[in-house]
Structures are given as structure tokens and as C-alpha cells.
């Protein structure tokens, strides 16, 4: 299913899209560049464990659909994309340049494997319900997974969604929740606390489970979990991550929603991540 | 505008009861023809011809006449739950997937709290979504929490989105299955309920994007859009019989804009031009004639019918329209006075 690269590990994978990931924020030389690093073990399981899909036909009809309601993340899917062989390596010199296919927020009209139009945070949860019962109603085996990150919870529709899902029986949804507790304005706990945010989803009637978000095979555990269960409910992975994982000197800074690196860093940040690059 | 903070008391025998309930509000008269629910049994048809048709609703159902499709094809309607920006988020998804879902709510739900979700879940994308929504404008009583009286200026900026605001039960039940056909989302302004029925006497067929003259007149053109062409009319024949003659041009389609129809008609020379529209003067219909025809060269008189830039009153629904000048009495009395040069302030 996966044609480059077919002998890779995850952990490889997830290492090589936090580079690709890496090199698109050197181009504009800022971003949200700690939440693709935060986030790329997740992208990693989910495109090479978890996903059905056909890097050459994006929208073949038997693909799983991946959603991602935050737009801002679009670098980290981008890489993901690139490393999975649905979008061309060398386009990531044109990241978020004008006329780009790789804007800074994803948009479904711009980019092959973009399901959908993020960036108004809290509507991916509506559209993947929508999506399911659509999906059900063409009696398809296809998946939606949503990821959406812990700021999104501060928005009412993400829990107009949660009811539905549970009520709907949804079990062709798997939404995964990046907690990385870091939002526009700081820690996500501070800004509008969400927890505790299992016991939450459980009293809406999801199949819950919480891991380490930068735990490759406690990740892919969960995946296998949220596909098998046969209960008939949505399920959620909820998945603490740290921000700029990988690089340690971008882990260490404060207020790391949205990150200027200066030029020099880069380089650096490129040798700190190939020096830990897994064998 | 300096508001008292309550209104003032009033006693039992001075106040008019109201004639209909407040929500349950019929537009039509009492001695109308009348057709009942003509968008869920117009749907239900369409549904029989085009299976991905899919009926949605945030619990409104029954109050938007999509109860008739849901009791048709059950397995074909989806109870959202009185969650606006879900069904329209959800609305997105099933159109995702190939269906062509018909969202129903009232228009101030959707307008003012899924406007986020209709715009970038469903517009941005231009996805077939069709938004049907029951009490636009001034169509019940029950006080700015329902009456959308702002819905067409919030729709209008919208790119993509085709916005319908049909006269009678006859053109909703031709606009249904066009609007289903058309690709990309739609937003319709819904009669509901017993509908009058209007527009057969005129021989009128709807189409997507088509402005129709409904009856000729030298005297005026007055241009109006949903149930404003059925007082347009009745004031049209009110004001023949006092010898003015009026043209009456049916917009139902607010955008796209007939331009080429609406221009034709505007500049024929010696009419002055006045729009009727159940909506705010500001942002609908009449401001949108009004800036096709300034980008014309258009230089005759022009004025608005439409209700004022505030919350309107609570009350029963023909004391309302009469208040603001939407009753056909009201309509004729405007024109009338215009046209007659008695009316001195600028509007």
C-alpha cells in the first residue's frame, strides 16, 4: 500500500516527517512548527499503521477519510503527505509562498489528501458525524478519523458533535485529540481547563483510551483497539504530546503556539533531530 | 434611538389579541387558496427521483414541514438535535459522501449561529447542501429571538451561495427539485405550513437565477421577492383601480441576481423603481437593485419597502405587517403617496 520506503519503521517514519516538517518552517523561518514536531508520531501511525488509502488515487472511495480540523497543523500533515507519497518532496520549498498547493492553513480545494477545510477551529468533529452517517448510509467500511488538537474542545460544536456521535452509534469514528495543553493565548488548562477529559468523553458514551502521544507502539496499541472494539460507539484516542518534540531546545521554549526560529537555529534543529534519527 | 426600557402597560380591552398564535403563524389569509406543506411533499417526490436526497433537521422538523419527508422515508432523515452548527457541519460530511442533504431550521439559527459552518464547512467547498429555512423576515410574531429579519444580508456576502426566496406554495414546489439539481449549496427563505397559492394564475414557472414580470404596468416598476410579490400584487390591483398602473417584476432568486432582467425592465424610461422585500431595507434585495441599477446609469426615482433597522415588535402577525408596511394596504397606500409627490422625507 505504502510504496516509498516500504521497509520503514515507524519511528523512521515519524522521524522523517518531523524533517519534512522541519524544512517547510525554514522556508517562511516561523510557525507552527512545535505542533508538527508535538504531533508527527500520531501522523506517523495513523498514515503507516492505521490508514487505508491509495497514495496515487487520494480519493479513491475505499480510502479511510483523515480529517483535520486544525488547519494550523497543515505542516505536519504536509509531511506526513510527502513521506506517505501523496504530494512530491519537492514541492516543500513552497510552503506557504503565494500559489502554493502547501498554504500555512490546510484547505481541501488546495491539496490532494486534504479531506477538508480546517482553520475555524471546532467544525472537523461536525463534518466527520456527517461524514459517517454518510458513510454508513453507502454501507462502507471506510473510517473517519479526526484529529483535533486540545483547543478545540473550548468550542461549543465539538461537543454538539460528541453528543451526536454517541447517539448515532458511530463506530466508524475515531477522533484523536492532540493534548499538547498549549493554546494561542498559553497552557490549554489555564485558557479554558478541559479536564478530566476521559471521564468526560466516557460519560458521552465513547470508547476512551489516553497514551502517550509520543509512545509509537502505545499509539498503534490504541489504534488497533479503537478499529477491533465492537462496542458500537464512537472512539476517542486522546494523546498527551509535548510541543517540539524531538528537538530539545525547541521543547524547553516557553509560548511555543507559534514559533520564530532564527535562521541559524534551523540547522541546528535539523542536526539535534538526524543525530536521534532511529535505525 | 432612545428606547423606553419596557413598554408601556396596556389594558386588557385596548390591546388586540392575537389572531394566530404567535409561532404557528400563517401568512395566509383567511379566504386564500392555500396548499399545505409544499416543501415536504414537493421533497418527498424529488426524493422518489434522487436517492442521495436526505432530509436533516436540528429539532425543527416538524415546524419546517420536513416531518412530511421524515414520515415518507424515515430511513432517509436525520434528527440532529437542536445543534445548529452540528447539522450544518454534519450537512457537509453527508455531502462529502455524495448525498444532497436538505438542512432544515429556522432562518435565524442558521443565519446568525451556523453562519461559520455554512460558510466554511459548506460554501468555502461549495458543497450541495441545501439550507431550507422556515421564518424569514417578518413571518411570526414572536419577537427578534425568531424573526430573521437580517438573514439575507448575512447570506448575501457569501460566496457560492444561491439564495432563494420564493412568493407562494406553487414556486416552492418548483423550486425544490431545482434546487436539488443545482450544484452547489442553496440557501431558501421557506414558507410553511398552509402556503397560499399565488403565482398559477400567472402562468409563472421558476428557474434558478430568473426574474419574471408577473403583470405589465406604465407607471411604476415595483420589483419584490418572496411573499412581497403576493402583496405587490394585491397592491398593484388595488392601486389599478384607482388608475396607476404598476409592473410587477417576481425576484425570487436574490443571488445571483437576474441583472440583465432587472436592467431591462429599470431602464425603460418614465417608471420609477420601487423595491418591496420582507427583510431589513438594509443589505437585501432593495440595496442590491439599488447598486445594480447606480452601476447603470440608472437616474429615475427609486425607493425601498422593507422593515426598519431595528428589533421589531412582538404581536400578532397581521397587526406586525401592517405596523412595518408590508400588508398590501400598506404597500398600495406607499406607492400611492410617492407616486404622488405628497411625501416629503427621504427614505
Known amino acids: 500500500m505504502h510504496e516509498r520506503r516500504p521497509n520503514t519503521s515507524l519511528a523512521q517514519r515519524a522521524y522523517h516527517i518531523r524533517r519534512y516538517a522541519l524544512r517547510m518552517a525554514k522556508v517562511q523561518g516561523q510557525g507552527y512548527i512545535a505542533q508538527a514536531l508535538g504531533v508527527a508520531d500520531i501522523l506517523a501511525v495513523s498514515y503507516f499503521h492505521a490508514l487505508r488509502f491509495r497514495p496515487s488515487e487520494p480519493e479513491w472511495e475505499g480510502r479511510d477519510r483523515f480529517l483535520l480540523s486544525i488547519g494550523h497543523y497543515a505542516i505536519a500533515l504536509y509531511a506526513a503527505l510527502i513521506e506517505a507519497g501523496i504530494l512530491p518532496e519537492d514541492e516543500i520549498e513552497t510552503y506557504g509562498s503565494d500559489d502554493s498547493r502547501l498554504p500555512m492553513s490546510g484547505m481541501a480545494a488546495y491539496t490532494p489528501g486534504m479531506e477538508i477545510t480546517g482553520g475555524s477551529l471546532g467544525q472537523?468533529?461536525?463534518?466527520?458525524?456527517?461524514?459517517?452517517?454518510?458513510?454508513?448510509?453507502?454501507?462502507?467500511?471506510?473510517?473517519?478519523?479526526?484529529?483535533?488538537?486540545?483547543?478545540?474542545?473550548?468550542e461549543g460544536s465539538t461537543w454538539e458533535a460528541a453528543l451526536s456521535a454517541a447517539s448515532f452509534g458511530l463506530d466508524n469514528l475515531i477522533a484523536i485529540v492532540d493534548v499538547n495543553n498549549m493554546q494561542a493565548d498559553g497552557p490549554s488548562k489555564s485558557v479554558l481547563n478541559f479536564e478530566p477529559l476521559a471521564e468526560k468523553f466516557l460519560s458521552f458514551g465513547w470508547y476512551v483510551q489516553r497514551v502517550n502521544g509520543n509512545d509509537i507502539e502505545a499509539l498503534s496499541a490504541a489504534f488497533d483497539h479503537a478499529r477491533d472494539s465492537s462496542e458500537r460507539k464512537p472512539r476517542i484516542i486522546i494523546c498527551d504530546t509535548r510541543m517540539g518534540k524531538g528537538i530539545d531546545f525547541l521543547e524547553m521554549r516557553e509560548r511555543n503556539h507559534f514559533l520564530r526560529v532564527e535562521a541559524e537555529e534551523w540547522s541546528r534543529a535539523l542536526a539535534v533531530l538526524d543525530a536521534g534519527m532511529p535505525q | 434611538m432612545k428606547r423606553d426600557k419596557y413598554k408601556r402597560p396596556q389594558t386588557a380591552s385596548g390591546a388586540a389579541r392575537l389572531k394566530t398564535s404567535a409561532m404557528i403563524a400563517s401568512i395566509a389569509d383567511d379566504d386564500q387558496p392555500v396548499k399545505t406543506a409544499p416543501f415536504g411533499h414537493s421533497l418527498v417526490e424529488?426524493?422518489?427521483?434522487?436517492?442521495?436526497?436526505?432530509?436533516?433537521?436540528?429539532?425543527?422538523?416538524?415546524?419546517t414541514d420536513l416531518h412530511i419527508f421524515a414520515q415518507a422515508c424515515p430511513d432517509r432523515f436525520y434528527q440532529m438535535g437542536m445543534a445548529e452548527q452540528l447539522l450544518m457541519g454534519a450537512a457537509a460530511g453527508m455531502a462529502r459522501e455524495g448525498f444532497v442533504?436538505?438542512?432544515?431550521?429556522?432562518?435565524?439559527?442558521?443565519?446568525?449561529?451556523?453562519?461559520?459552518?455554512?460558510?466554511?464547512?459548506?460554501?468555502?467547498?461549495?458543497?450541495?447542501?441545501?439550507?431550507?429555512?422556515?421564518?424569514?423576515?417578518?413571518?411570526?410574531?414572536?419577537?427578534p429571538s425568531h424573526q430573521a429579519t437580517e438573514d439575507l444580508a448575512i447570506f448575501r456576502g457569501l460566496p457560492n451561495l444561491t439564495i432563494?426566496?420564493?412568493?407562494?406554495?406553487?414556486?416552492?414546489?418548483?423550486?425544490?427539485?431545482?434546487?436539488?439539481?443545482?450544484?452547489?449549496?442553496?440557501?431558501?427563505?421557506?414558507?410553511?405550513?398552509?402556503?397560499?397559492?399565488?403565482?398559477?394564475?400567472?402562468?409563472?414557472?421558476?428557474?434558478?437565477?430568473?426574474?419574471?414580470i408577473l403583470v405589465d404596468g406604465a407607471d411604476i416598476l415595483l420589483i419584490?421577492?418572496?411573499?412581497?410579490?403576493?402583496?405587490?400584487?394585491?397592491?398593484?390591483?388595488?392601486?389599478?383601480?384607482?388608475?396607476?398602473?404598476?409592473?410587477?417584476?417576481?425576484?425570487?432568486?436574490?443571488?445571483?441576481?437576474?441583472?440583465?432582467?432587472?436592467?431591462?425592465?429599470?431602464?425603460?424610461?418614465?417608471?420609477?423603481?420601487?423595491?418591496?422585500?420582507?427583510?431589513?431595507?438594509?443589505?437585501?434585495l432593495g440595496e442590491a437593485v439599488a447598486a445594480l441599477l447606480l452601476r447603470h446609469g440608472f437616474s429615475g426615482?427609486?425607493?425601498?419597502?422593507?422593515?426598519?433597522?431595528?428589533?421589531?415588535?412582538?404581536?400578532?402577525?397581521?397587526t406586525l405587517h401592517e405596523r412595518y408596511g408590508l400588508s398590501a394596504a400598506r404597500v398600495?397606500?406607499?406607492?400611492?403617496?410617492?407616486?404622488?409627490?405628497?411625501?416629503?422625507?427621504?427614505?
Open chain 1, 124 to 154: 472537523g468533529l461536525s463534518i466527520a458525524v456527517g461524514m459517517c452517517l454518510g458513510l454508513k448510509r453507502k454501507r462502507s467500511a471506510s473510517v473517519v478519523y479526526n484529529l483535533l488538537s486540545d483547543g478545540e474542545l473550548n
Open chain 2, 46 to 63: 424529488a426524493a422518489l427521483a434522487r436517492p442521495e436526497i436526505v432530509g436533516m433537521s436540528a429539532d425543527l422538523a416538524k415546524y
Open chain 2, 101 to 143: 442533504p436538505f438542512a432544515t431550521t429556522y432562518a435565524v439559527f442558521a443565519s446568525r449561529r451556523a453562519y461559520d459552518f455554512i460558510c466554511m464547512a459548506i460554501a468555502e467547498e461549495n458543497l450541495n447542501v441545501k439550507i431550507v429555512c422556515a421564518l424569514p423576515g417578518l413571518t411570526t410574531g414572536y419577537g
Open chain 2, 164 to 212: 432563494i426566496d420564493p412568493c407562494d406554495a406553487l414556486e416552492i414546489e418548483q423550486a425544490v427539485p431545482a434546487i436539488a439539481d443545482h450544484q452547489g449549496p442553496v440557501y431558501m427563505r421557506l414558507l410553511r405550513g398552509k402556503v397560499p397559492l399565488v403565482l398559477d394564475r400567472y402562468g409563472y414557472r421558476f428557474e434558478i437565477g430568473k426574474a419574471r
Open chain 2, 224 to 284: 419584490a421577492s418572496g411573499l412581497m410579490t403576493m402583496r405587490a400584487l394585491e397592491a398593484a390591483e388595488q392601486l389599478a383601480q384607482q388608475g396607476i398602473r404598476v409592473a410587477v417584476l417576481h425576484v425570487s432568486t436574490i443571488k445571483p441576481l437576474d441583472r440583465e432582467t432587472i436592467l431591462a425592465e429599470a431602464l425603460k424610461p418614465g417608471r420609477p423603481v420601487i423595491v418591496a422585500e420582507n427583510h431589513t431595507v438594509i443589505g437585501g
Open chain 2, 301 to 318: 426615482r427609486f425607493r425601498q419597502i422593507g422593515l426598519p433597522d431595528e428589533f421589531l415588535d412582538a404581536g400578532a402577525l397581521p
Open chain 2, 332 to 347: 398600495a397606500d406607499t406607492i400611492r403617496t410617492w407616486l404622488g409627490g405628497r411625501e416629503r422625507r427621504p427614505s
